[in-house]
């Protein structure tokens, strides 16, 4: 896809990686720290990428932010607008276009829940954290948001759900970026989810642990234990 676009995933060790890290950091703790490792690697991203003529896709699900139920935060990207200016500013003289995936908020927020216990050390139950995320926003006042902060031409919002078929996920974006669908169909098929959710045993068990006195190292090491066996918890 090189001749058509160039595509920037979160693989380890890359700056796409990076740049999803430290804005989910700045979202939750946004002091000077934070804000400048952010805004060097916009500059290091845009460096990077300037002088090239393809169009590039930067994808990562925290670039905006982090999600519900890490640490505190419990409304959609509250540090949305500063970080929309961070990228619209030290991107210059690029002009980036921003597309958003949603998700039927019911499922999306089961699927968040399960990731924030996985992933970010959540203690609280299902109920408890349905609760407290109850007035995060809506994605309508999500795009509003970001329409108060750049020009409604540079943004556009797909709906998983009108995903034609799961195992060839973004395409609503490869299509915006001038694949045809048929292209798109003779890319090699998502064989399996590379992040699975837990199930609704391991999912408990695991909640139970992040409340646990156990230290990160031994968490790291019990969770990959976890996931990999899955069957010996109750579904």
Known sequence: MSDRFELFTPEKGTITRALGNTAMRFSIWPNEKNRLQLVNLIENFRDQVLNGTTTCILSHENLLGAMLGNSDVITLYPELETILGFLDEYLSPLQPEYLVYTRNMAAWKKSVYNQSVKSDGYTKTYEEFLDETAD????????????????????????????????????????????????????????????????????????????????????????????????????
Not at 151 to 161: A, C, D, M, P, T
Not at 187 to 197: G, V, Y
């Open 136 to 235: 995060c926003g809506t994605w309508e006042s999500l795009e509003e948001r970001m329409k108060a902060c750049l020009s409604k031409n540079r943004i556009q919002f797909f709906r998983l759900e009108d995903e034609v078929q799961q195992e060839y996920p973004g395409s609503q974006i490869l299509e915006y970026a001038g694949m045809t669908y048929d292209e798109i169909e003779h890319l090699k098929p998502l064989a399996k989810q590379r992040n699975p959710k837990l199930n609704k045993g391991s999912l408990e068990f695991t909640r139970k642990l992040n409340n646990s006195s156990i230290s990160s190292d031994a968490r790291s090491e019990i969770l990959k234990i976890i996931t990999s066996g899955q069957d010996m918890f109750a579904k």
